[in-house]
């Protein structure tokens, strides 16, 4: 199949590459990578640059995605130098690094003055401190100059994430004479603006228009008379609460202030966009005990990721296991015990995790403060308790028809009981005490929740055994 | 403290109020939670109506979160109509079905008619049938029109989403022409607008023109020289697609075009921001095995929504059980064997955990197709076995420091590296095949993996147990 659409489109032209580059869902197809990987194995560059033309930077980002690294450096020169520039904002981390590598400064310079300030500052960022400066020494003066002002702002704040050129009108103006500006002033405007900061004599922000509001209304009307209260974003903001407001209040655009609470720039949907996205899936890894070492990350890369949690997890296992070498006495004597303990762990866990989960989200959505959070952990706790007698009602069940022995099924469904108690406390408490203190609730408590759920499954099971059965 | 503010602020207008109502991340402040409460205690109406106005609609609806169903019933009068409606599509689904219980079916009605019709249909669809006809019988006849061919499209798709306003130009229009028309037209446009689409006579969208670049241009400037390539989406087109599509391409608007091409509306990106949100969020909490009850959900709906996920887990973990019984005899001999072997599955899990979280990430965005499966696949099974050589040598030199013991150190070292790489399989393979099923990989997965790495930790420990040590 791949092979007759191979042939089939082999002579077309890049219009129709276009169409066959994409899926229905909008993906790249995996027969469109494979033509690029064929004709990479066949070092046919005319058919390269076709097939790279017809892309998206979006997609071009995401064919490197797809490519493996030395198929990436066969391509890599077949991409038009503008594309490669939009391309690279596009990247994932770990890919960039590598095709900036492959790039020489002068040609990077070129490329970084095609980008918004925020993407170029981005990229300049991930450089070496050789490179950086190389590649700022091939730079214009002015495009130098606005790239280190915005790298002088912190890592993942308001300040980054800003473009400097915003549309600014004193509230004097009429309609007209901002359209009139505007028509004038094109160079030195945003290539991309959704709302006209109103601003007071000391550049203050005091109000918005939107632009379709602008266009609508007559050409002596005040923007005065036009503009809505604005939700301003101090430029030491971190992204996630400058992405909270934006999806808050649906915000398209929104104007940056310094300290002085003078307008500095202005950060659009766009770029929130991506941050939404990058915060939620660091909270799924995060709970998942997982850092992101990126699609292109080799396998050492990976390991590093993931081992430093596997090892952490293997001491809360090893503390939970002590719980049960206590009573090996009460296990030899029935070692049915040793068959049914790890179900109360296991089933402890499953219900820790769910409310945890459930917590993260709330505190991530600021659904959770001080003034609802004696009714949600009530709540999480009811809700253990009858989860738990369920649970009891079905494994004591299943226990007596398979060991006939009614003390049994008593034991472990009392242990279920508390340890489904325990895994409502631990799931909900552990992340709201994370937050109270600053920390991100979705890093730390899962290593909590699962040792609390182990080691108290454990030892309500064994303890209750030890007391009702031996 | 809270006391103090109450105090101090008992006699400040609304303007003061607005400043303490949100902290400093943007949040509704518990303070000012507990003064709306203190408030509908006291049936103070003038105060409530006061603390009420202050909010935006997207923090009233925050504050109904926070406040239990006696305080909301008692704070919902106070909270003038305008502001009600513009509250209502902002409110978790849960509480949003009580209060439009609360409001008359005219009432309702005239706030429909406040909103966009893409957040009028969401709410009407959220009405019962009787209900529903009330409420659309008391709007105007085109106001009712709209809302019910919205209704008409399927549920989570673009035509679901989308405004039927749309501000479309033909293509020889100049943009003098375009701003003399919005200005003329300004009611049937949509409230606001980020591009203007430029049609054909058949009303098929060939480009579009964002409106700062309209603002720029002179007015004898054809719309034809203005137009860029823009992004449709089909009416039909799942919600989570046209996410991916928005994200991709860094859209602020897009078209909708209806089968045969023709522009039948616009989704703009505020209502986007909200589905990538959900989307998000509804992996993580899948990925926990819970589905989403809602902040207001009572007790029983919390249970509801995660007992059935512990039962299935108590299934396979009864299952995994049954494979320990097998090796009842062992573990007489060895009581040993019953404190460790805990540890081989719970590594196993975490170590499932991590692949399957990362495989669920890499769907979502796209960044797994057939051309990289096998690539990651044996990735995955490289950094089980790494990951699992390096747990080995920890858990093997515990087990000797507790046990002293060299063949159970090798026993356990040799079946936990089987077991992570059995986890790697299977929390990678699982979710790609329900990917390929056309499932959501996130939903089914967990409990797969679970059961694998249990089952695989306990037999692969007990099975080498049986043979290197007894």
Redesign the interface.
């Known amino acids: 199949m791949s092979q007759d659409l191979l042939q089939a489109n082999a002579a077309t032209p890049g219009d129709d590459l276009e169409d066959i580059a994409l899926g229905e ?6 027969e469109y ?2 033509m690029v ?1 064929d004709a990479a194995d066949r070092g046919d560059g005319m058919r390269l640059r076709d097939l790279l033309s017809a892309l ?1 930077p ?2 071009v980002a ?1 064919l490197m ?2 490519l ?1 690294q030395a198929h990436r450096s066969e391509v890599l020169p077949w991409v038009p130098p503008a594309l490669l520039a939009e391309t690279l904002p596009e990247l994932d981390d770990g890919i960039r690094e590598d095709i900036l590598e492959e790039v020489t400064p002068g040609a990077l310079a070129e490329a970084l003055q095609e980008l918004d300030s925020d993407d170029a500052a981005a990229l300049v960022e991930d450089l070496d401190a050789e490179r950086r400066r190389e590649v700022l020494a091939a730079m214009p003066e002015s495009e130098r100059a606005v790239i280190e002002s915005s790298l002088a702002y912190g890592e993942d704040t308001a300040g980054r994430l800003m473009q400097r050129e915003v ?1 600014a009108a004193p509230q004097f103006w009429t309609v007209g004479q901002t ?1 009139d500006h ?2 004038a002033q ?1 160079d030195d ?6 709302d006209i900061y109103v601003v007071d004599p000391g550049f203050k922000p005091v109000g918005g228009v ?3 509001h ?5 050409r002596e009307v005040a923007l005065s008379e036009l503009m809505e209260p604005i939700n301003e974003v101090a430029v030491d903001l971190d992204q996630e ?1 400058v992405a ?9 655009s929104a104007p940056v202030v310094d300290q002085s609470g003078r307008l500095v720039g202005q950060i ?3 770029d ?3 941050i ?2 990058e915060e ?2 660091e ?3 995060a ?4 850092s ?1 070492a990126g ?1 292109d990350a080799g ?2 890369d ?2 590093r990721s ?2 430093p ?3 952490v ?2 001491g809360t ?2 503390i ?2 002590t719980v ?2 206590l009573y ?1 006495a009460e ?2 004597q029935l ?1 049915a ?7 109360v ?3 402890g ?3 820790g ?2 409310a ?3 917590a ?3 505190l991530s ?3 959770l ?4 959070t004696l ?1 949600v952990v009530s ?2 706790l ?2 253990g308790l ?2 738990g007698v ?2 009891a009602l ?2 004591g069940g ?1 226990t007596w028809l398979w060991f006939r022995e009614p003390a049994l099924s008593l034991t472990i469904g009392l242990a279920v009981i508390i340890n489904l108690m325990a895994a409502a406390l631990a799931g909900t408490l552990a992340p709201l005490l994370l937050d109270r203190m600053g920390r991100d609730p979705a890093v730390s408590s899962p290593v909590f929740v ?1 040792w609390a759920t ?1 080691t108290i499954g ?1 030892f309500s099971f064994l303890a209750l055994a030890g007391l009702i059965l031996l």
């Open positions: 869902d909008y993906a790249l197809t995996s990578v494979e990987v998206h979006a997609d995401d995605g797809f493996s549309m359209i505007m028509r094109g405007l945003p290539e991309l603006f959704f939107p632009v379709s602008l266009l609508r209304a007559r609460e909270y407001v934006f999806e808050k209040y649906h915000l398209i659009t949907v766009d929130i966009v991506n939404i996205q939620n899936q909270d799924i890894l709970l998942a005990g997982v992101d699609r396998v050492m990976v390991v993931r081992f949690w596997l090892a997890n293997l296992a090893l939970a296991s049960i070498a090996r296990i030899e070692v015990l040793a068959v049914l303990m790890p179900i762990a296991s089933i866990g499953n219900a995790t769910q945890l989960a459930v993260v989200r709330a959505n600021r659904e403060n001080a003034s609802n009714r709540r999480e009811m809700v009858l989860n369920g649970v079905l494994l299943a699962t182990d454990f």
